[in-house]
């Protein structure tokens, strides 16, 4: 059998890069579907940050913040204005349990990863506040409010004997214990008045992709991920494409083809793992620290904590990325070394009738 015709040569080194590009995209696109657009992984990203463990910091900061007036009403932020916010955390810990914020945290990862995956063009995340009223409504959770607020000064406690009518006269404070059995019952039907007032629920965000309005990025993302399984099934067909035909026209004989093979295989392998490590090295260092300063402003230790869920995550990605990387690069190494002990065919090309 003879060499390679020219003709012959330039399609099997067109196919072969065409083959090597195909699987580059896929050590990079095939995470994304497995990680990135999954919603388990984010949820096992907070759970395994302790969001949970913080999150009566995130409540506190929502309820009583410096929005809280806007989003609660003016009559209860009369009393959370007053409160301190240590003791706030400890009163929302016992007070809600941390499933209710996984639940709300849940709710909301799937209402985004739905709208992805082209459920409608309306994006609404909130928080549902109902479990919070009806808790926060019980005598004792109502007590422990009033226990929270600064103790009763002398003066506050003659505007109390002096009762001259409406809930603006009540000071909102700590009151004895001597006198709080009769106290209670005044203020019990007033702050009731003011968990009447929050609403069922809180709106975070809304986005929608009719909105003239809406950006062109976010737009062209949503679109990416509702066609991610149409991409992935392009790259495959591509990528069998590609090898057959470049196994069609490689050679001659199958040593060289092997050989050809395995050659595009490990340059795919390897560009594609030493593309990873830059990116890893750019998501743990300049990333990191973007995500950090958009998220530092948040009360406490949630911004430490998202950092650390983002961290996981894009660490998550590069590690599916390596794996898949490392098996390319491997059964690219395996048949280059089968097509040099196995074959033992000298009559065909060598490497110089290779890719």
Known sequence: ???LSPTRRIFSILTGVLFCLVLIVSIFWIPVQKVLLRPDVYKQAFQDQGFYRVYPQMVTGLLF????????????????????QEKVDQFIFSMIPPTWFQDQLNANLDR????????????????DLAGIKTNLAEEGNIRGLIQLLPECTASDLTSLLSLLGGEKNIPFCRFPDSVMGVVYPIIQPIVMNMIAQIPDSIPLTSVSLESN?????????????????TIGTTLAILGILFL???ILMSGPGWRAK??????????????????LLILWLGLNSSAAAMVHAAVSSLPGEVGGVITGVYLQVANNYVMVAALIGFVILVLGVVLYVVSRTLFKDHSVAGPSGDL
């Open 213 to 229: 309005g809406s950006p062109t990025a976010l737009v062209t993302f949503v679109q990416i991920a509702r066609n991610a399984s």
């Open 244 to 246: 057959v035909a470049m």
């Open 65 to 84: 913040g410096e929005t809280s007036s806007s989003m609660l009403g003016n009559s209860l932020n009369q009393i959370t204005s007053r409160l301190d």
């Open 258 to 275: 092997i050989q050809t093979t395995g050659i595009v295989l490990l340059s795919a392998g390897s560009v594609g793992l030493v593309m």
């Open 1 to 3: 059998m003879g060499k």
């Open 112 to 127: 985004v990863f739905a709208f992805l995956n082209g459920s409608g063009e309306t994006l609404s995340l909130g928080v």
